[in-house]
């Protein structure tokens, strides 16, 4: 499904600010699996899942999605395959189209674009349908824009606007870390239905363990650019947050005791 | 002001306003500040005034301006998206390239029209008496520029346009080369300020290396006017109050030429002083009124 082959990414490199920041990665992920992706601030995550998503190339290494060789791919052709959803709210969406146009420009991802309509007619009951399952009240508010809504209001439209064309790869990066606990709580529902309902390949960054733990098929921790950690089945069921903290504790010293992890 | 003065500015209001529909498209919608206007203005000019004293027809001369003009706005979008210079510096540059290819397009910096056909004879051709043809010529071309305008961005590309100003990550990751987007869009824009020019050529007789001066500052002040008086909560909205911005502009400065105070007169030649600093004074309002109002 995704293969990683070999994945090397510097930051400046040859300069003095050089990061290496992705270590010779290999990581293969089957269909239909959801990989919940730990580690500490800068441990490569972001790196990993931009890498992916073509939002810039690896040094050296392959990429194949679907086993077709997408390492050359730039972002917006890799979005036939991907969709994503940032942890900024405010990435997801436009704030000065409406919720339907925003809905409408989703429902095009990838394909080509013309001189039809941008927001149809008959797309209207549909989005009101989708909108209906978020429970939020958005489905009377087609034409508001987005702008006006909450931040959770907008990771939740993002979410939607995410999965309403099946993507092969769904890459979630700390996609609730800006939301307070309860909507936090209610999108990772969300996502959790949407992933289940469409069987969605998925990779979910995250730094809250528990959540790392309970949720997905397979759980890989990061450090310094390369995979520390690769759990899946039987060992990941069993896994506790005791467990993975100690694991953090052995790689990184003690010296990381006020990570924000810690406090989850 | 005399009445006939305040046709004329509404006549200019309308012909300039299809170039702040332009300028707004990049100013505000794409978000890209460019100056290639204050060149691609007397690029349409010059277009059109040689094709027609070459014998071409003057809507035929029309379209062949705005596709100069697009042109030129391709390659400034270009040379910011592709070759990564800075928009407002690669905009200067074709600006002042233009310079050079208007003066070449009419081997000199003007040509005069005496006695051609332009798009004005068709309808005095029709019994309107020559001093209205401006106004109507100028108002259906500026009512379709309009229309073409929040019906294009109404559709599935125009949308992306829309996104590509508002949120380009979020764009890209919906499969849309924004590269592209801007290069269509900066193009378009100066197609419609290209037409504009090429229609105040046929209608002042003579296309100059130097009209397009203070175009970009016009426009800008045009699209602020618009905005403050008619609002721009929609797109359609918004086209609408950069076009009557830019008739509100016109009959503001020919109202300002006409004052007096004491003997001293506003010239001609003060406009674009006057506009500069009625776009710093709009620019710098919001920041003043702020500052005010923590006190
Ligand atoms: N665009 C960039 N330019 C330069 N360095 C970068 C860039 N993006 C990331 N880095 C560096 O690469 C390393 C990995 O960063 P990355 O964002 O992948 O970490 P992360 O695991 O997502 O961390 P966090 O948990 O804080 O989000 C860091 O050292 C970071 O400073
Ligand atoms: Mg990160």
Not at chain 1, 159 to 166: G, K, S, Y
Request: hydrophobic share 50%; with cysteine; glycine share 10%.
């Amino acid at each position: 499904m995704i293969g990683l082959n070999g994945i090397v990414k510097y930051f400046h490199r040859g300069s003095v600010n050089e990061v290496f920041a992705l270590d010779n990665i290999d990581l293969q992920i089957e269909e239909g699996d959801f990989v919940t992706v730990i580690g500490s601030n800068g441990a490569g995550k972001s790196t990993l899942l931009n890498c992916i998503a073509g939002g810039f190339f690896p040094d050296s290494g392959k990429i194949l999605i679907n086993s077709q060789d997408v390492t050359a791919w730039p972002e917006y052709k890799r979005a036939k395959l991907i969709s994503r959803v940032f942890q900024d709210p405010l990435l997801g969406t436009c704030p000065s189209a409406t919720i339907e146009q925003n809905m409408a420009l989703a429902s095009l991802r990838g394909k080509k674009r013309g001189l039809a309509r941008g927001v149809k007619s008959r797309d209207r009951d549909r989005f009101r349908e989708e909108l209906k399952q978020l429970g939020l009240g958005l489905d009377k508010r087609l034409l508001d824009k987005v702008g006006l809504l909450s931040g959770g209001q907008r990771q939740a439209l993002t979410m939607l606007m995410a999965t309403m064309l099946r993507p092969d790869v769904l890459l979630l990066d700390e996609h609730i870390a800006a939301l307070d606990p309860k909507t936090a709580n209610q999108i990772l529902l969300l996502t959790q239905e949407i992933v289940k309902q469409s069987k969605l390949t998925t990779l979910m960054i995250t730094h809250n363990m528990k959540h790392a733990i309970s949720f997905g098929n397979r759980l890989i921790m990061l450090h310094q650019g390369g995979i520390l950690l690769d759990l899946k089945g039987e060992e990941k069921k069993n896994l506790t947050v005791k467990d993975l903290l100690a694991q953090f504790y052995k790689t990184q010293g003690e010296e990381l005791a006020l990570d924000s992890l810690l406090l989850n | 002001m005399t009445w006939y003065a305040a046709l004329g500015a509404v006549e200019q209001g309308l012909v300039y306003g299809i170039m702040v529909i332009g300028v707004y498209l990049t100013f505000r919608i794409l978000d890209f500040p460019d100056l290639t206007v204050d060149g691609s203005l007397p690029l349409g000019a010059s277009i059109s005034a040689v094709a027609i004293t070459h014998g071409v027809n003057p809507y035929l001369s029309l379209v062949i301006a705005l596709a100069g003009g697009f042109l030129a706005g391709m390659i400034t979008a270009i040379l910011n998206t592709k070759f990564k210079i800075l928009h407002l510096l690669a905009s200067i540059l074709t600006m002042i390239a233009l310079y050079s290819i208007n003066i070449r397009i009419m081997s000199g910096p003007n040509v005069a029209l005496l006695g051609q056909e332009t798009v004005f004879d068709a309808v005095i051709g029709f019994g309107v008496p020559a001093h209205l043809a401006g106004l109507i010529i100028f108002g259906i071309f500026a009512l379709i520029v309009l229309s073409f305008i929040i019906w294009f961005l109404g559709s599935e590309i125009g949308q992306a346009i829309l996104a590509v100003g508002d949120n380009p990550q979020m764009i890209r990751s919906l499969g849309v080369n924004t590269h592209t987007i801007i290069i269509l869009g900066v193009g378009l824009s100066n197609g419609l300020v290209a037409l504009s020019g090429a229609l105040v050529a046929q209608n002042q007789g003579a296309a100059d290396v130097g009209m397009g001066i203070g175009t970009i500052v016009a426009g800008l002040a045009s699209v602020i006017i618009g905005e403050t008086l008619f609002g721009c909560n929609t797109i359609a909205r918004a086209f609408i109050a950069a076009l009557l911005g830019s008739v509100v502009y016109r009959l503001a400065i020919a109202l300002a030429l006409g004052l007096e105070f004491g003997g001293f007169r506003f010239n001609p030649s003060d406009l674009n002083l006057i506009t500069a600093v009625l776009v710093i004074s709009a620019l710098i309002a919001p920041n003043l009124k702020k500052r005010l109002m923590q006190r």
